[in-house]
């Protein structure tokens, strides 16, 4: 998944940070909650968060859940003013259960964004950094070529596989993290890139690898430390992301609204802040999820599981769409909080996980 690799790559970058994951042979327990014992239910938005929901319930294919979607629907005219909210909660309310599931690790929260970049149709002295996309031959070869012979050779050149240019090499770096983008070209439009493929050379970290070199410490290491030293040092910067041999290429998206996120796992777009990256072996894919995130700043927010990610592992494990551009990745980049999420799944589901003893 575009989402999974994402992570994958995004989680690495930022210095091998340990990531929480369930203990070995550690039991997936299940206990249902009461609406009640959500921290928060009452003040949500819940109108929102159904809206979110029905751009993805359309796709599950289970009886339970395509029952559940079709009265979501025909009530979906209704979802405004005071009266939707009230109506958009008593649905929450009516036809589900909130299920705490848990494998033995503590919960772990993350956020991820789209990013934004500078760029042109065409290469200039200001534009000079190409977004490929991803030739033939590197998708019959796995691995393919490492990054080094695909940025420093002439594999590349005159086959017009350029999306386009793009005027900073670092943030192209990271737009492969991410795996999706926004680029902005100078004649005042906006293109969007989708992961195209990769050349299937495992991801190597930058951000552990300046911690090995000695530049870092690796409480220190971040996404914004990593852009920060590269650009004060770009003769050292160039050479330590070429650390990394893995490479990804993208594909032009045009059928997402400009208005809409990117897709997530789904092949749906994702939204701001009630988009969630899971674990499908615990949580369900469209599947609403309650969350308590807590931290330097508290959320308490109805969630709809609309992506994944390859270093979103375990049942209380999560990563939070905060948006497109700057801002958005600054606050993505900043969470790492604990807390606890709360799957909502159909009623006869919900009593199915639960112990005989119940």
Avoid at 103 to 130: C, I, K, M, N, V
Wanted: proline fraction near 6%; include cysteine; charged fraction near 25%.
């Amino acid at each position: 998944m575009i989402a999974g690799l994402r992570d994958f790559f995004r989680a690495a970058a930022l210095a091998g940070a340990a990531m929480t994951a369930p203990a070995a042979g550690a039991e997936t327990t299940y206990k249902m909650l009461d609406f009640s014992q959500l921290r928060g239910w009452e003040e949500d938005n819940h109108a929102a968060a159904l809206k979110v929901f029905l751009e993805t319930c359309a796709d599950l294919k289970d009886q339970d859940w395509q029952n559940l979607c079709a009265l979501a629907q025909s009530n979906a005219p209704t979802l405004t003013g005071a009266e939707g909210e009230k109506a958009a909660r008593s649905y929450f309310e009516l036809f589900f259960r909130p299920v705490l599931i848990e494998d033995g690790a503590p919960a772990l929260f993350t956020g991820y964004f789209e990013p934004e970049l500078d760029g042109a149709r065409y290469r200039s002295a200001r534009y000079r950094y190409p977004v490929y996309k991803m030739p033939p031959e590197a998708k019959r070869s796995n691995p393919w070529l490492p990054r080094s012979d695909i940025l420093n050779g002439d594999v590349m050149r005159g086959r017009g596989l350029e999306i386009a240019w793009v005027d900073d090499p670092v943030e192209l770096f990271f737009l492969q993290i991410q795996g999706s983008g926004r680029i902005r070209l100078n004649d005042g439009s906006t293109i969007r890139v989708g992961y195209g493929g990769a050349n299937g050379h495992p991801y190597r970290s930058v951000g552990a690898e300046m911690v090995r070199r000695g530049i870092y410490n690796a409480h220190q290491v971040s996404a914004q430390v990593i852009k920060a030293w590269v650009r004060r040092n770009p003769i050292d910067g160039a050479e330590l992301l070429l650390h990394n041999p893995s490479y990804v290429f993208f594909r032009e998206i045009r059928k997402i609204r400009p208005s809409k996120g990117p897709f997530g796992a789904m092949n749906r777009s994702v939204t701001t802040l009630r988009s969630l990256a899971v674990d499908p072996k615990y949580t369900p894919l469209g599947a609403p999820v309650w969350l308590e995130k807590d931290g330097e700043t508290q959320m308490r927010r109805l969630m709809i599981a609309q992506d994944t990610g390859s270093a979103i592992k375990g049942a209380q494990r999560a990563d939070i769409f905060y948006g497109t551009g700057d801002s958005a990745g600054q606050a993505a980049g900043r969470l790492r909080d604990p807390g606890r999420m709360v799957v909502l799944l159909p009623i006869q589901r919900a009593f199915a996980l639960l112990p005989d003893e119940f």
